[in-house]
């Protein structure tokens, strides 16, 4: 059988990683929301949040769009 949730039931591995990443720059969930859309991905402030607790699914668009707007690899947002 196959499982798509991380051994504590999260739907990612980068959640929390980008919680860090966002309170190191001093960043809001809505001000990286709105960075992200500027920068041309469309997400909200709820979909950063559920990113984030692990209740959401992260495409690897979005992963590239983080990685760039946090100034981050994409190994470092996985916590490789």
């Known amino acids: ?16 990683n980008i919680a860090c990443f966002r ?3 001093k960043l809001s ?3 990286l929301a709105d960075e992200l859309q500027l ?6 402030k709820n979909a950063i949040q ?3 607790s692990g209740q959401r699914f992260v495409t690897d668009i979005e992963l590239l769009y983080l990685s760039k707007t946090l100034g981050k ?3 470092e ?3 490789v």
């Not at 059988?1 to 929390?16: L, P, S």
């Open 1 to 16: 059988m196959f499982r798509n949730k991380t051994a504590a039931g999260k739907n990612n591995i980068c959640g929390e």
């Open 23 to 25: 309170k190191e720059m």
């Open 29 to 31: 969930q809505r001000a």
């Open 77 to 79: 947002l996985l916590g």
């Open 39 to 44: 920068a041309g991905l469309d997400v909200d």
């Open 50 to 52: 559920r990113m984030e």
């Open 73 to 75: 690899s994409i190994d």
